[in-house]
């Protein structure tokens, strides 16, 4: 694996991002986190500063008050400095929480992993029904994200995935009803005992969502509209003209145009023309082809779920839902 994906473990079908040891059966909570190169924990240290006295010689070391550096045990690995009052929730703390979901036969532990050196844990569960959208499957998954960095909460939000071409579909597509989080306070066990009610707040996203996702497969989507739609999915104004926009995001757009036709599951009779079909081009193009900044393995991914990706993906649900 490289620097940017440390270890990850997949069991089922090949990730849409190919990355990952394969598992020949579904994982527990235990194995999924060795599995997943996660049996790790983080700590806080105190943070030190020296002085220099006029000949040269280093004075007396002084604490910094306030703040800690936030950083991996057993390589000494530093995230981040953060303040004191902030509180780790450890991988086998965030597994707990996760098992403690989606436990007893509820879902089956798919895939899980860290990113940007262990600054970023996920695991993602598989829920065992679907949703069938124009003779289509849409599997349900649950998605666990912690950062050790300090830049973001423990969090749990649903991505439903088209079966046919595996695309993720969305990561966050109404906040009020698709995330569950949990600061990095010691305040933090107070929601943490609130996890039982995560599956009912994802069965009711779901049921919205499908209801969107029907909405956008019965709506046709007007070829003069294309332009307009990618214009809003790259955060232009919808009114710009194609030579105004930045050339290599011409490129995307042109590449999107070409998923339309040639796209994965794109040959399903009942979708040609439809809003959701242009949705699921931008999906597969933001998963399969897009280019992040970063060239370490696993950006991609990273971007696509946690990133700028995933915001393309936002945009363009947010448009073809509104016009």
């Avoid at 349900?140 to 439903?160: E, I, R």
């Amino acid at each position: 694996m490289s620097a940017n994906v440390e270890n990850m473990f997949y069991y089922g079908e090949t990730p849409w991002h190919g990355l990952g040891i394969e598992l020949d059966h579904p994982a527990t909570a235990k194995e999924a986190l060795i599995a997943g190169g996660l049996d790790w924990e983080v700590e806080l240290t105190s943070i030190y500063m020296s002085d220099y006295i006029d000949d040269g010689r280093m004075c007396d070391m002084q604490e910094i008050p306030v703040y800690q550096a936030l950083r991996r045990k057993h390589d000494r690995r530093v995230y981040n400095i953060v303040k004191d009052r902030y509180n780790p929730i450890q991988n086998k703390q965030a597994f707990d929480l996760f098992d403690g979901v989606v436990g007893e036969g509820q879902a089956i532990y798919h895939t899980a992993g860290s990113l940007k050196d262990g600054a970023t844990i996920f695991i993602l569960a598989k829920l065992n029904d679907s949703i069938g959208i124009k003779g289509e499957q849409i599997d349900k998954y649950v998605c666990l994200a912690n950062s050790h960095d300090g830049t973001s909460a423990l969090q749990m939000f649903w991505t439903p995935i088209r079966v046919v071409c595996v695309n993720t579909l969305a990561m966050a597509l109404s906040r009020a009803t698709n995330k569950f989080y949990t600061k990095h306070t010691k305040r933090y066990q107070d929601r943490m005992d609130r996890a039982k009610e995560i599956l009912g707040f994802a069965n009711k996203f779901y049921d919205d969502w499908k209801k969107k996702a029907q909405f956008l497969a019965e709506h046709q989507l007007p070829p003069a509209d294309m332009p307009l739609l990618l214009n809003a999915a790259f955060g232009y104004d919808v009114g710009l003209k194609m030579e105004e926009v930045y050339k290599p995001v011409q490129e995307e757009m042109v590449k999107i145009n070409q998923l339309m036709v040639s796209g994965r599951g794109m040959d399903n009779p009942a979708i040609q023309g439809t809003k959701w079909q242009a949705y699921n081009a931008v999906a597969e193009y933001v998963d399969y082809y897009r280019i992040p900044k970063s060239k370490k393995e696993g950006a991609r991914l990273d971007a696509a779920w946690f990133g700028s990706g995933a915001q393309i993906k936002q945009r363009t649900w947010n448009y073809l839902l509104r016009n």
